[in-house]
């Protein structure tokens, strides 16, 4: 099992950048394959950005397709999102998530674990 933090959101201006982090306990972080999700108010969760488990492979929505950079840093059980270029309609509750299944994933049925999720809120 492994419990997920994530951390980075808050306010930011249209066209700004934030860089969230996403830390998970334990020794086996580099057998998770790892995901971002986003839920906006009235919305349904939506997949943003994933990464397998070597860091090698990513895939991302096509609405942050080139704004959005996902890493990950297996040394120190972290994950990362780096948001550029900000819109309002990326405002959101951010949420990071963990699977052990190969490859890169995109579906919310897909992922095991979650975060709690981080907040950001992107003003015009």
């Known amino acids: 099992q492994v419990q997920l933090v994530e951390s980075g959101g808050g306010l930011v201006q249209a066209g700004g950048s934030l860089k969230l982090s996403c830390a998970a306990s334990g020794r086996t972080f580099r057998r998770y394959a790892m995901g971002w999700f986003r839920q906006a108010p009235g919305k349904e969760r939506e997949f943003v950005a994933s990464?397998?488990?070597?860091?090698?492979?990513?895939y991302y929505a096509n609405s942050v397709k080139g704004r959005f950079t996902i890493s990950r840093d297996n040394a120190k059980n972290t994950v990362y999102l780096q948001m550029n270029s900000l819109r309002p309609e990326d405002t959101a509750d951010y949420y990071c998530?963990?699977?052990?299944?190969?490859?890169?994933?995109?579906?919310?049925?897909?992922?095991?674990?979650w975060g709690q999720g981080t907040q950001v809120t992107v003003s015009s």
């Open positions: 990464i397998d488990r070597s860091g090698g492979s990513t």
């Open positions: 998530a963990a699977s052990l299944r190969l490859g890169v994933l995109a579906g919310a049925g897909e992922f095991d674990y």
